[in-house]
């Protein structure tokens, strides 16, 4: 099976290497390098449904990289889009869960698939709306969010509360409720003080599992930024 490591201390490159007949699938524009034994595609991973399923689901392009050992063993680099830290999972035993954009690459023998989720999720959430990618099957996933990241343990008894923003990806055997990371006066208190605090939606994390979790926002900091440029308020 190929084997996925984590290079670099500032906004790291994923590097995979591939021996002959393996291949990895990862987001489009992800490959930074490869040597010459490994041949890219791009393909439409599942058909058009699953395309546009995936598209609407976790932010993926259309299209994504293949890439296939086919003259030898090989080696490539890979980046994901934003800055960030780069986690690799197990996926086997343990499936995971996917927020937008946090894909970057996995091994052929894992599969994203589009689940549908809660409508509380849908509506308040930032991880797909009605539906979400789920990764199954057995082999190495590449997760990436914006900033430094951190793994969180959750345990019984002991509930989690992250901000929605923040969620990278989670083990698919937690249960997560969407909320208001403040409190008062019912769902309008709630919703009034989350505006007035500056708090947004969060997820509540029960069960035992992983939570991978990201120290950057990517809507904080584009609101950020657009007040800096010409016309921005």
């Known amino acids: 099976m190929s084997v996925f490591s984590v290079t670099g201390d500032v906004d790291p490159f994923l590097h995979v290497h591939l021996q002959r007949g393996e291949k990895i699938y990862c987001e ?54 934003l800055p960030g830290a780069i986690d690799v999972l197990d996926v086997g035993a343990t499936a995971y869960k996917i927020t937008d954009g946090a894909f970057v690459a996995a091994d052929s023998t894992v599969e994203l ?3 549908s989720q809660g409508l509380g999720s849908a ?51 937690l249960r997560h409720e969407i909320t208001v990371a403040t409190q008062g006066g019912g769902l309008l208190g709630h919703l009034v003080n989350s505006v007035t605090s500056g708090e947004r939606m969060v997820l509540k994390f029960s069960g035992r599992g992983k939570v991978v979790v990201c120290s950057r926002s990517r809507d904080n900091f584009a609101a950020w930024l657009t007040k800096l440029l010409p016309g921005g308020n």
Do not use: Y
């Not at 930074?32 to 598209?55: F, T, W, Y």
């Open 113 to 115: 698939t589009v689940r």
């Open 123 to 173: 509506l308040f959430g930032q991880t797909g709306g009605f539906f979400i990618c789920e990764a199954t099957g057995l082999g190495k996933l590449a997760v990436s969010g914006f900033g430094s990241s951190s793994v969180i343990n959750v345990e019984p008894g002991k509930e989690v509360t992250v901000d929605n923003a923040h969620v990278v990806a989670w083990d698919s055997n």
């Open 28 to 81: 489009a524009n992800a490959m930074v390098m490869m040597e010459k034994p490994l041949v890219l595609k791009g393909k439409m991973a599942g058909g058009l449904g699953q395309a546009l399923m995936r598209r609407l689901a976790n932010g993926e392009s259309f299209f994504q990289q293949h890439i296939e050992a086919v003259g030898g063993d090989g080696d490539c680099l890979l980046s994901p889009a």
